[in-house]
């Protein structure tokens, strides 16, 4: 990542962006664990790259499929804040009137279709909206976010074929969250060596970047957007990334076995009190070079785009921004009883 002077400007857009879906993601999981809301957390640090990178490059019309944790994602594409931890919370004031939560989380104003909480179903959804852009002929972009373990699902190579054959106006954005040293390494479940590889079979261009590099998922995605608006066709873009509230097998595997020589039953809290601990202890450059957020921020005072004092004050305003969203979702009331049957039918 090199932050040149026309560039300067994007980076810190991009790492405001990244710090709300950073910050958000924090809070959401504690106010979670508290038992604020229904439903837990699940979030998608290590992300934020892909989901700010593409995101800003897309114009306001484009339509947009988040991935199955994608609530960085709607943030990125511009929905308020206050309105997403309401949703979370269940409140009538939430994006959806407090129907969603996490798993089906929409904007419609932003067209940002619902968040699908079953792996790859929004794949063949983004189709038939690039099939519509295609056919009104209006240079609508359809992009779809997805993960490493939707290329098992058979609709995943369905689509592929269909929107290949077509040569349909999306932008197919997947998120490559096995590296090798993971606990579930890619090559344990996917024989063909990348995700890239099995989109080239249906006659798709593809790229391979660096998710965790912010400018560089952001030059990508304004060139692919470009490219497709001008001349209609898929395009699948497999960013790179690093699982950041993992820690590798064999680090996973040794405490585990100290585990059970100590005689403790190896819980999910106790693992992930312990692996939390290994995480604490990695020293700067190992999360430099895998939060996206961290080496974003590095290359900004390397370049000196703008000093420590700045984004402090960024990273203050966004945290204030937060607080607030989490303080409207406490005051917000819960949807009358008889909202339960509002919305499900044509009125």
Known sequence: MTIVREDQDLALRLYRAMSLIATFQEEAEAAAGRGEFRGGYSNSRGEEAVSAGVCLAMEAPDVLYPGLHGIGDVLARGSEPRLVMAELFGRATGLTRGKSGRLHMSDVQRNTMPINGIVAASLPL??????????????????????????????????????????????????????????????????????????????IETAI???????????QASEVLQSIRRSPAPFFLECLTYPLDEITREETVAVLEGLRASGQRPSR???????????????????????????????ILKSAAAQETELATTRSEVRAVVQDAIAFARQSPDPPLEAAVSGVYRE
């Open 209 to 219: 970047i660096d998710g965790t590099d912010a400018l560089s998922v952001y030059r």
């Open 269 to 299: 809290g106790e693992l992930r009190r312990r692996i939390s601990e290994i995480l604490a202890q990695k020293p700067a450059e190992w999360w430099t070079e895998r939060d996206p957020l961290k080496k974003l921020e590095a290359e």
């Open 126 to 203: 983004a189709a038939g909206s690039a099939l519509a852009a295609k056919l009104r002929r209006d240079g609508v972009v359809t992009v779809c976010f997805f993960g490493d373990r939707a290329a098992n699902e058979g609709v995943f190579h369905e689509t592929l074929n269909f929107v290949g054959l077509w040569k349909l106006p999306i932008l197919l954005v997947a998120i490559n969250n096995a590296p090798p040293e993971s606990m579930e390494p890619l090559c344990e479940h996917n024989a063909s060596g990348s995700l890239a590889e099995l989109a080239r079979v249906h006659g």
